[in-house]
């Protein structure tokens, strides 16, 4: 199976970064896409941005210009750099990959997801 560990949430004020880490552990053959997702009291799970093992990049409208999604390939680490924090980031970010893993015959796919940290943007 596969383990999905994110960190580096917490309190911030308006205006402020925060960068959150997640690695990827476990029975993996490769990782393709990787993710960050948000959830915000009371609303639907959302994209926040996504990274391909190629390092292409995707943000939804909201963060463009803000965040950056970066990922380390060799550490199985995806990261996500936040500036100029709102308010309405705050929310639970949630790491999500799409992982081949190892089995007793060829690799299978698995989606994986982390288990949230909460980022709360103050004004």
């Known amino acids: 199976q596969v383990q999905l560990v994110e960190s580096g949430g917490g309190l911030v004020q308006f205006g402020g970064s925060l960068r959150l880490s997640c690695v990827a552990s476990?029975?993996?053959?490769?990782?393709?896409?990787m993710a960050w997702y948000r959830q915000a009291p009371g609303k639907q799970r959302e994209l926040v941005a996504d990274?391909?093992?190629?390092?292409?990049?995707n943000y939804a409208d909201s963060v463009k210009g803000r965040f950056t999604i970066s990922r380390n390939n060799a550490k199985n680490t995806v990261y996500l750099q936040m500036n100029s924090l709102k308010p309405e980031d705050t929310g639970v970010y949630y790491c999500?990959?799409?992982?081949?893993?190892?089995?007793?015959?060829?690799?299978?796919?698995?989606?994986?997801w982390g288990q949230g940290t909460q980022v709360t943007v103050s004004s």
């Open positions: 476990g029975s993996i053959f490769s990782i393709n896409d």
């Open positions: 999500k990959a799409d992982v081949l893993v190892f089995t007793s015959m060829i690799p299978q796919p698995l989606v994986s």
């Open positions: 990274i391909t093992s190629g390092g292409s990049t």
